[in-house]
């Protein structure tokens, strides 16, 4: 079965701009997770979206948003880019049910602002 | 709010030595728990999990951790530590119920193996 894929894996943008990123999770997982990883900051929970609902939301800026689509593939955006935005973009799918709790890993966008 | 902590952001230990990395969580209700392992530029890989059941959980590569309500603990051990062991190690906690879908993560572990 083949894992989680992120697309793109490196972005270089500009400060003001505005990014998507792209995660297609393990086939039959209902439920992604996006996180972000900065070494300041560590790992830190973005969102999670179940049958194309958010159903969890961490504690970032309305800048970053995100949706699911019917086919359970998972888009996140950042608005108006700022250098903190920085990171390292994981998504993580699971199946979504109570009986199987892990979070499977992609491998990740490297976002860079200038 | 949950909390995880991962006492030690670095750990050194000698190849054939016992890896010991140290987690500890702060909820009101026992989460559920997980370990995973970072290699450079890569994700996260997941190494093993706690949900309910027998409180010793053994995950891949030789690395088990111990599960202890009294403690608050869920330390990760490996009793022979090799070359290839060495990466940054993430301990992180779900509630469970529909919050399940988010992890909160320590700081994470480097760990360093010498020769």
């Known amino acids: 079965k083949a894992g989680v894929t992120q697309t793109p894996r490196y972005l270089i943008k500009t400060r003001g701009q505005q990014v998507t990123l792209s995660c297609s999770p393990i086939s039959g997982h209902r439920s992604v997770s996006w996180y972000q990883q900065t070494p300041g900051q560590g790992l830190q929970f973005l969102f999670e979206?179940?049958?194309?609902?958010?159903?969890n939301k961490g504690n970032f800026p309305g800048r970053f948003s995100g949706r699911q689509f019917s086919n359970s593939r998972s888009e996140m955006n950042v608005s108006t880019l700022e250098l903190g935005d920085s990171a390292l973009y994981l998504c993580a799918s699971s199946l979504g049910r109570q009986s199987s709790y892990e979070q499977y890993f992609g491998p990740g966008t490297r976002l860079t602002v200038t | 709010a949950q909390s995880v902590t991962q006492l030690g952001s670095h750990v050194s230990v000698s190849e054939g030595a016992l890896v010991l990395l140290r987690c500890n969580y702060s909820?009101?209700?026992?989460?559920?728990l997980f370990w995973y392992v970072q290699y450079p530029n890569q994700g996260l890989q997941l190494l093993l999990k706690y949900t309910t059941g027998a409180t010793l959980v053994k995950g891949i590569n030789g690395f088990e951790a111990e599960f202890k309500k009294s403690e608050t603990s869920f330390h990760l051990t490996k009793p022979s530590a090799h070359m290839s062991d060495a990466a940054e190690y993430f301990c992180?906690?779900?509630?469970?119920?529909?919050?399940?879908?988010?992890?909160?993560f320590g700081q994470g572990t480097i760990l360093t193996v010498h020769p």
């Open positions: 979206y179940f049958s194309e609902t958010q159903r």
């Open positions: 909820s009101s209700v026992p989460p559920y």
């Open positions: 992180a906690a779900s509630r469970g119920g529909t919050s399940y879908g988010k992890l909160t």
